[in-house]
């Protein structure tokens, strides 16, 4: 399998680079596995977090160099440490004994063949969490396919209709055509969320959007195209937890936060769509401020 990182193109990129050779192409991933953190995290949605956690490991890199990026130390700027694919398979054993309730994977995309080879030895030692794939929503169909049988839950961004916001803050020319098609093979492998008796997820497709301040539009339209083109028993997140960081920060438009009149307007959308389930985190106590709390929209 990881025959794969000899001539990269795991990812729409396609770098043609030999990782095996210390080579670096633009997620800057080698052939090690590279994670700055792994830990039960509780303010996923409540479908993944329940009330022991997700079993979060965050890998270092990405594909994708976005300007706002909440996380920049690992993704762009490459925080974490290198570990053998054993250990990767260990990290998530331990995060079973702590009774998380599943495996998150974060930001996965450039180390996808030693992550099924990690799966391969945890289950051989007893794993039985589901696993999520915790993606940007930037996948080539050809690797997604190769986690066919290993992921059980797919978690994809989907973060701009408008190529031309997805090129100003995120560095890709062609992201819609690119995530569109991604996630169209995601919903295929798992299809609607199937949920246990304690309402956490065991399989299915649940799809994030973050909402930029002053790109109102560019979100309604994502969340029109999902309502006509994927099956309404699938959960939509939307995220309105954006804050101005990294690079934004010199942005002229989304160097603030989101108003309560852009929230508010994204809220009556989503709900004039009839989209069925999903989570809208909440706006907070001061009109300023949004709290990491999903509720269910339907």
């Avoid at 062609?174 to 997820?201: C, H, S, T």
């Amino acid at each position: 399998m990881l025959k794969e990182l000899e001539n990269c193109n795991l990812c729409p990129h396609r770098c043609n680079i030999n990782r095996i050779n210390g080579e670096k192409g633009r997620c800057r991933g080698t052939d090690k596995v590279n994670i700055a953190l792994a830990s039960l995290h509780y303010y996923e949605e409540p479908c993944i977090s329940g009330k022991s956690g997700s079993g979060t490991i965050f890998f270092s890199h990405c594909n994708l160099s976005c300007k706002y990026c909440q996380n920049y130390e690992i993704s762009q700027e490459g925080m974490g440490k290198d570990i053998t694919i054993d250990h990767l398979a260990e990290i998530m054993i331990n995060q079973q004994k702590k009774r998380a309730e599943n495996i998150n994977l974060v930001t996965p995309t450039m180390y996808v063949p030693q992550i099924i080879e990690a799966i391969k030895i945890a289950r051989k030692n007893g794993l039985r969490l589901p696993i999520i794939y915790n993606t940007n929503g930037y996948e080539n169909i050809e690797t997604l396919k190769m986690l066919e049988g290993y992921v059980d839950i797919y978690l994809p961004d989907f973060k701009y209709f408008d190529n031309k916001l997805a090129e100003k803050y995120s560095g890709v020319k062609n992201y819609f055509e690119i995530a569109k098609i991604a996630i169209q093979e995601m919903y295929r492998q798992v299809r609607e969320p199937v949920l246990d008796e304690m309402g956490i997820i065991q399989r299915g497709l649940i799809i994030r959007h973050l909402v930029l301040p002053g790109y109102i539009d560019n979100s309604k339209r994502i969340l029109k195209w999902i309502k006509d083109n994927i099956d309404g028993k699938v959960y939509v997140s939307i995220m309105m937890q954006y804050f101005p960081t990294y690079l934004s920060k010199k942005d002229n438009i989304i160097n603030r936060k989101l108003s309560p009149k852009e929230y508010n307007e994204i809220e009556e959308y989503l709900y004039s769509l009839n989209i069925l389930n999903g989570y809208i985190q909440e706006l907070g106590e001061h009109e300023e401020e949004f709290v990491p709390k999903f509720d269910l929209s339907e």
